[in-house]
């Protein structure tokens, strides 16, 4: 056959699914982000008060863009029709985690310049907080996800445990999501690390409950 | 029955098996769910009781124009929006109007006010290293500097003899609105200021009412119920009641389901009425659990046996009934989970407006009554009326919004409806809208 | 011989306790093979497996000498049309054949050219710019079998495809199908059985996924000459007759019933008559033991 050896086309894989899969998810963090300064201050705050927003805030659209990579396929026959194609789901997902952690960055990167632009004390310890931040809670969720394919329980899970930190996470220790707004924050290492991580275990879970079943 | 598997469709998910270990964790990780080391005191003379804020004219009055000056000369205004810290600072403009607001109160110009702006230090007695400590609470203290130049200028700023309390209060008022609200010289936060010890017949009298009305018991699942609500009730029941819709769409029950006898009503009832036992019978479980604890702290006292039941009924059902309300009508109404973000949000902006009525907020739209506290039963007295139209507005919205939902499923069950396609609409206006007024 | 078929050699396949296909052994060529089978009988679970969605337990699958646990080069030679076709609901009917393409591996021309072959072959055209969720059931059936062909695949399997059709969709459907089988294996599996009569040569019956027939459609009539009876009864009698025949078919005239059963042996006082792929179906069903008297309904 012609197509024997064909290559995986990233672009028009990304395009489709930012179009039909992304936007919507991608329009809600963008209204998130709107809010925030409506909610919070974000002018000529220093550097443990620009924490707030970002930690307690944008790091919500963590949740919002990385939870439903796997929930287009949620519909059983849809998951039929393309697990049945010849480009597994695998690389399909690594697409779509890559756009979505691209918005992460961008979003997070972006509105933290709009912070520093008014005057606050962000820096890119910040925004590397933030970005981790957002990588946990949107791993969590992901896992959740590939876990028990239930979607309200996808958000549940990040929800929780963001609502555990509210309630004061004292106890979390280098888990505790609002470590930077109480003045330290040099542990951030762990929570983008184990959130990569979670990714990374939830696209091998879906991969292997496809392969095994 | 219907009832009942619905009821069984819920206790035996994932969602619900989440919730269940929130609804422990979160008093557990408070501490309310063991009180037996939390005995209210009956007070003795001779004792500290503690301080209370009060609208004290005398003490309110410097105070305030204390921490104002301090934050006019550093141009650094706190204020809690939403109950999150807002540093302010204002533009040469505002700063001029809040010169004139002080000057109205202590007499000096405007230019001269304006003269100590930034001096940190210098001026005013700010952030001299004698002057100015932080508290472990975060609050300042200021001790007047000694020496006669400094001396002479602390003096300077000082409430004029003639401003009365209305005039002032009018002034603070001014103040809060130029730093965009939601400071501590706002109206209703100016006692703050008006820190006074109790005394000991009004701790005795604060101890009578909660001997009276709360029978000791109503104390304590009012605390309950306060950290229930804000951690769990306001919340998590949206997660339950969109799974329970979800589930359909996933199952693809829709068309079978759509077809059946029974009424669009009945069946949207009877799953709300599922969702609510199965959030409300642990939650009572739980108050009572916490509430028998002290059942043993007040020999011969009057207990309020009923105390758990009332609280979890009359304070968290109606938070339960909107918060699996908005999942199921936003469910139904758009077939995706976006009700999770509209409960989220919502969630999220109240408890943090709450922060600043945790002694008693029983603001109409409050989602999560606050009474951070087992004393302050007159709050609650005072409060009542508000509590109750609060919580009848709640549970009659949630009411609505149910019968709303039966309206949706009953057009999307003939056909008329459909969720996504509906909500694709919408967002397309909507972009369209914005490509519109972008042009 | 062994590049242009399907070899199934003693597949097993169970969930948990259930055992789903027990003991298959099946050789399909090329052109329209039908699997049939009540609802449950394993056949989903079999077409499953050839298109890599489900792992067997045991035995060896062949498709076009592939060994089935080469999944990408599998996924690249068969088309799948499961039993409800869905696809992401914002997409049209263009922009789904596209994206499909891209996950079947197609470059850009490939996949436009096809996207438009395919589409004017199965008629929808006209439609492209539809969102695929605003089709009707014939419609999106017709996209599903254009998507399945997009790799032209040497095998395409197509799941109960004309389940839920109306009678005009149902025919069109099994002509394209037919007309698509000319140059590979087209697997078609239904409960009814009027499809396999008007399109296949070859069936297979699988029953509690248990193989009970595989051979040619007019042998298989065949086998049931001779064993088909039609006759009047009397109502009162029914009853009776129903515990002791295997009755197909029942016609109600008036006070009389007619009907048509199967028996090994003459049955009294009724008529000899030509069979059809139905009576011979269940008159393997009734040989293998099945419960057949529900399926003979009143028509």
Known sequence: ?213 | MLFFRELKKVVFSVAFAIFAVALVAMPVSQDVLDFSDRKIEQPQPGQDYGVQNKEAPEVIMPAALDTLARAFCQNSYVTYPIGFYKNVKLDSAKQREMADILSALTGLSAEELLALNGQDGQGYAIGTDDGLSVQQDGGFSVTMPSDAQAGAQAGRISLKESVDYAFFKDCMERADRLVGGGSDYAPEKLARFGVVPLTYEEAAAQYERTKQTDHFTGAYARLFSDYLLVGVLSVLPVFLSVALCLRDKRARMNGLLYTRRASSARLIFTRYAAVLTAVMLPTILLFYLSNLSVWGLYPGEALDYLAPLKYALGWGLPSVMISSAVGMFFTELTDTPIAVAIQGLWWFVDINLGLTEMQGGYSLFRLSPRHNSLRHTQNFIDGFGSLAANRILFAALALLLVAATVLVYEQKRRGRLDGYGKCKRFFAGLAHRKEQSAA | MNQTSIVMEHVEKSYGRKQALQDISLTIEQGMFGLLGRNGAGKTTLMKMLATLLRKNAGQIRVCGVPIEDTKEIRRITGYLPQEFSMYPSMRVGEAMQYLGVLSGLNGKERAERTRRLLAKVNLTEQQHKKVRALSGGMKRRLGIAQALLGDPKVLIVDEPTAGLDPEERIRFRNLLCEVAQERIVLLSTHIVGDIEATCENVAILNEGRLLYNGTVSALTGEASGKVFTRAVDKRELPRLKKELCITSMHTQGGKTQIRCLSEVPVSGAQLCEPTIEDAYMLRLYRSGAQVDGLGGEQ
Not at chain 1, 17 to 35: E, G
Not at chain 1, 46 to 74: C, H, K, N, W, Y
Not at chain 1, 104 to 122: E, K, Q, Y
Not at chain 1, 165 to 190: E, H, I, Q, R
């Open chain 1, 1 to 213: 056959m012609e197509n024997a050896n064909a290559s995986l086309q990233v672009w028009p894989i990304a395009k489709s699914n930012l179009r039909h899969n992304f936007a919507p998810h991608f329009l809600l963090a963008l209204v998130l982000l709107l809010l925030t300064p409506v909610l919070f201050g974000v002018a000529n705050l220093d550097r443990t008060a620009s924490a707030v927003p970002l930690e307690v805030f944008v790091s919500l659209t963590g949740i919002i863009l990385l939870t439903p990579v796997f929930q287009p396929e949620q519909n059983p026959e849809i998951e039929e029709v393309v697990q049945a194609q010849f480009v597994s789901s695998v690389p399909v997902y690594l697409i779509r985690i890559a756009c979505s952690l691209a918005a992460l960055t961008l979003l997070i990167g972006g509105f933290a310049a709009f912070m520093r632009s008014s005057g606050c004390a962000v820096d890119m310890g910040l925004v590397w907080g933030t970005v981790s931040n957002a990588v946990f809670l949107g791993g969590l969720g992901m896992a959740a996800a590939a876990a028990t394919c239930n979607t309200a329980v996808s958000y549940m899970v990040p929800m929780v445990y963001y609502a555990l930190n509210f309630a004061g996470g004292g106890k979390l220790g280098v888990f505790y999501l609002f470590s930077m707004m109480s003045g330290s924050g040099s542990a951030k290492g762990w929570l983008f690390g184990v959130g990569a991580a979670l990714i990374a275990v939830s696209v091998l879970v879906k991969w292997l409950a496809r392969k095994y079943r």
